[in-house]
């Protein structure tokens, strides 16, 4: 059955654990209580949480599907405050065609793999927080994070502030553009990987310069453009 409105979990000292898979067309609100999806798959149009009210979110294995585009966002953990987040090992997809894709969320959090699916939607990771696995199929823009993997597959692409990755992909030719003055901290792995006649590029994004430290990293470039890079390491 598909929801065909909004739906809220709003019930201090409350819980909703999920028995089967559930899919709405609207925007899904946790408010108060502890909303358990039990490793079932779930669709929305986008997720919020809200109020001050102490609210527990439990993931799973589960599958997040979320649908919507929105000039503000379409994943928002950070209104109000109270929120337990347990990730498990589960995967929020965004799977618009057009469109932004934006993602918010506490600096505290830990999540699992996020995915944006679509080669044309915009994706945004707007918060530092903690990731397992994070591929952009289009167009993405990432604001500081902790990540074991970061896979850039196509598009123009801005990476922001300081960040700091097990695993780092570049590839197909796309353009890449890393945040004045940051450092990116690379642990094992840098791939940068272009074919001929269609480079992948590395530029800084407004001043001349920005810094890789991949003093423990193995280093694989091939057909790659990069410029303005402060390399430490590798």
């Not at 439990?58 to 929120?83: E, F």
């Not at 922001?160 to 097990?166: F, W």
């Amino acid at each position: 059955k598909t929801f065909v409105a909004e739906i809220y979990f709003n019930g201090i000292g409350g819980s909703w654990i999920l028995q089967d898979a559930f899919a709405a067309t609207g925007k899904m609100y946790l408010y108060a209580g502890t909303l358990n999806t039990n490793n079932k798959n779930v669709t929305v149009n986008s997720f919020f949480t809200a109020s001050s009210n102490a609210k527990q979110l439990m993931l799973g294995a589960s599958t997040i599907t979320v649908t919507g585009v929105t000039a503000a966002c379409t994943w928002d953990a950070t209104i109000g405050s109270n929120l337990v987040l347990n990730a498990g090992t589960s995967h929020i997809k965004f799977t618009s065609s057009t469109g932004v894709a934006n993602f918010i969320s506490n600096s505290t959090s830990t999540y699992y793999n996020i995915t944006f699916q679509d080669v044309t939607q915009q994706g945004i990771l707007s918060s530092y927080g903690n990731y397992h696995n994070v591929i952009c199929n289009g167009p993405a823009n990432i604001y500081g994070g902790v990540f074991n993997k970061v896979d850039f597959r196509k598009g123009t692409n801005y990476i922001s502030y300081n960040n700091t990755y097990d695993t780092l992909l570049i590839s197909g030719g796309s353009l890449n553009y890393f945040g004045a003055g940051t450092i990116q901290t690379i642990n094992s792995y840098l791939n940068i990987d272009g074919t001929v006649g269609n480079l992948t590029k590395i530029y800084p994004e407004t001043s001349p310069t920005y810094s890789i430290n991949m003093a423990n990293c193995t280093v694989c470039s091939n057909y790659a453009d990069i410029i303005g890079c402060q390399a430490v390491g590798g």
